[in-house]
């Protein structure tokens, strides 16, 4: 029995799919042998099927005695015409995704752009253009919404194969989608005349980027800053609320550290190099700035140099009592250090001091104590 036009459709697909015929053929051999299997179950285990690659084939029975007897049924070849579709469909289908995941396993660490079809498990539905994914609620930026339809920037975290075929992985969470951000932005980062040394990213918040110059006449913060500010504000056009901080890089601890705590200004730092832990003196004042919000710019600024850092009022490390130190209260005290009133209410308590509300007055010895902790 004969398929209609198999040689020419196995032709036609390996030309322009590279789908190899002897694969095409071995796949629609075991198919139409399943198929047998249930039309003859009484001899499934003696069945086998022979098929050419021009569309001859045969339902052969192994006889007891070794011989073979042809048990095509007439009604088969329509059968097996439509097997020959369904299997060659699916091969198909099998091509297009390897021929995917290979695209996006060569862009694996590498920004790229999708489109939003809509929420989805929490997250977000993504079209890639040759394949669908996921930007999962971790991968997300806090607090953002995506609108369907819309295009956005994202880090290919890694690609890889799974029993549902090709996956990939994709963030806007990433540290690298800034650094990929930059090197979009700003072309000196390609060409080497800049370099991105280290991030440090809370998603949504605030970004640090310590970024070198190996070109003394081009300035890193400024040429990543842009015309008008116009580069840097298409890298945070496309992260919405975050902030995102320059900072230049430096091989000298005290330079790099004081770069890092930016905006804040120190008066000065004493490192411990073997401790990789520092000091840092700024004024009473400016402690707030220093610490950040919630401690953020401290933190962050840690993440980013990689060493210990410890924020101390100038005024007590000259030994100078703030006229206004006794009137400090303890949500004042919380702001600057970064915590929450009932944390120093108990941390005061702790060191035996009777502080109970957020607009108690906290003793200058108090206060002293507590930002040594």
């Not at 198929?35 to 192994?62: C, T, W, Y």
């Not at 090709?166 to 806007?172: D, E, G, H």
């Not at 210990?308 to 030994?319: C, M, P, R, T, W």
Request: glycine residues 6%.
């Amino acid at each position: 029995m004969k398929i209609e036009r198999f040689s020419e459709m196995l032709d036609e697909i390996q030309r322009e799919r590279g789908i190899h015929k002897e694969a095409l053929l071995e796949a629609i051999k075991v198919s139409i042998l399943s198929a047998a299997k249930k039309r003859f179950k009484e001899h499934e285990e003696k069945l086998q099927v022979e098929i050419s690659d021009d569309g001859d084939f045969r339902i052969i029975l192994n006889e007891e005695d070794g011989s073979t007897k042809d048990i095509t049924p007439k009604d088969f070849g329509r059968m097996a015409a439509q097997t020959a579709k369904q299997v060659i469909i699916q091969r198909i289908r099998e091509a297009e995704k390897d021929e995917a995941f290979e695209e996006y396993a060569n862009k694996q660490g590498e920004l790229v752009t999708g489109v939003v079809q809509r929420r989805e498990y929490g997250g977000y539905l993504i079209n890639l253009g040759r394949l669908e994914t996921i930007l999962t609620v971790t991968e997300q930026i806090p607090g953002e919404l995506l609108q369907e339809k819309e295009l956005v920037k994202l880090y290919v975290v890694e690609t890889k194969r799974t029993s549902k075929g090709p996956m990939v992985i994709i963030s806007r969470a990433h540290p690298n989608l800034i650094k990929k951000l930059f090197e979009l932005e700003v072309p000196e980062i390609k060409e080497g005349i800049l370099e991105i040394k280290t991030i440090a990213r809370e998603p949504g918040k605030r970004t640090k980027i310590a970024i070198l110059s190996h070109d003394k006449k081009v300035g890193a913060v400024g040429t990543c800053v842009g015309h008008m500010g116009a580069r840097i504000q298409n890298i945070v056009r496309e992260l919405g609320t975050e902030r995102v901080d320059i900072i230049e890089w430096s091989e000298t601890p005290e330079t790099f550290i004081t770069n890092a705590l930016s905006p804040a200004k120190p008066t000065k730092i004493e490192t411990n190099a073997q401790e990789r832990s520092a000091k840092v003196f700024v004024p009473e004042k400016d402690l707030s700035l220093a610490i950040g919000k919630e401690g953020q710019n401290v933190r962050l600024a840690v993440k980013l140099t990689g060493w210990k850092i410890d924020i101390v009022s100038a005024e007590e490390k000259q030994g100078v009592v703030d006229a206004d130190a006794g009137k400090l209260k303890v949500h004042e005290l919380a702001k600057q250090l970064g915590l929450k009133s009932k944390e120093i209410v108990d941390k005061l308590t702790t060191l035996g001091y009777e502080v109970r509300a957020a607009n108690s007055v906290v003793p200058p010895e108090a206060v002293a104590k507590l930002r040594k902790l």
